[in-house]
């Protein structure tokens, strides 16, 4: 991957260029010195942020973020992000010519580097719907609005599963519980680099209540 990253960064006008998952965890770059693995995981987490606020992490195939120095490239392969600062007065068709032919070598070094993901849900089948735990955000006025708003949430990983499963991105989802209970509820993706949340469904103590359930139980839930 070094390697492909190096021809990226080769191109007359390109800064640098980095590779990371949708965790925010930098894969591999090669930047010029004054771009060091926290500034570069900095960026990466708030790119993740980006995403996931505008609700197309199951859909977004690339970005073109323009600034008046300058525009960042990000395009998207599966399970990271390919992130590539330019000056503004680079030769974009280059840039374009070269990313295509990259993202294929990226796609294929990825694919053999990746281990075996655990499963993240308890799929029932693709009838019924998916299991995950309940979770809670840690109190904090965040969690508050997130409950005001009446929303559930899940992780990047298991956003992709669940959108795996069901064949489509889900923006709503219909949470039934063991005893019958349930709704259905705003699905959002929250950005969870320290992987606490990954096969849960996160609620707030508004909507726990309302479904009677409590945090580590088991609820399945399907497209709303």
């Known amino acids: 991957m070094q390697e492909i990253l190096h021809q990226i960064s080769a191109i007359d006008g390109v800064i640098g260029s980095s590779l ?35 609700q197309i992490s199951q859909s977004v195939q690339g970005l073109d973020l323009r600034y008046t120095e300058g525009r960042i490239i990000v395009r998207a392969l599966p ?6 600062p330019c000056a503004k007065n680079v030769n974009m068709s280059m840039v ?6 990259a993202m294929k070598k990226l796609e294929q070094a990825l694919a053999k580097q990746a ?33 005001q708003l009446g929303m559930i949430a899940v992780s990047q990983a298991t956003a992709k599963q669940i959108s795996d499963f069901f064949g489509k991105p889900v923006k ?7 005893g019958g209970g349930g709704g259905t509820f705003p699905l959002m993706v929250i950005n969870d680099v320290e992987l606490q949340y990954e096969g849960a469904l996160v609620v707030g103590p508004g909507i726990e209540k ?13 497209p709303g």
């Open 20 to 54: 990371f998952n949708d965790q925010g965890k930098v894969l591999a770059h090669a930047c010029p010195p004054l771009l060091d693995m926290a500034q570069l995981g900095s960026a990466a987490t708030t790119l993740l942020d980006c995403i996931h606020g505008l």
């Open 79 to 84: 399970g990271a992000f390919l992130c590539v």
């Open 96 to 101: 374009n010519i070269t990313l295509n032919l």
């Open 115 to 147: 281990p075996t993901a655990p499963a993240l849900g308890s799929p029932v089948s693709s009838d019924e719907g998916m299991q995950l735990r309940v979770a809670h955000l840690p109190k904090s006025d965040a969690s508050s609005s997130f409950d």
């Open 172 to 178: 709503k989802a219909k949470v039934t519980t063991p």
């Open 210 to 222: 309302k479904l009677k359930v409590n945090e580590g139980e088991m609820v399945m839930i399907t």
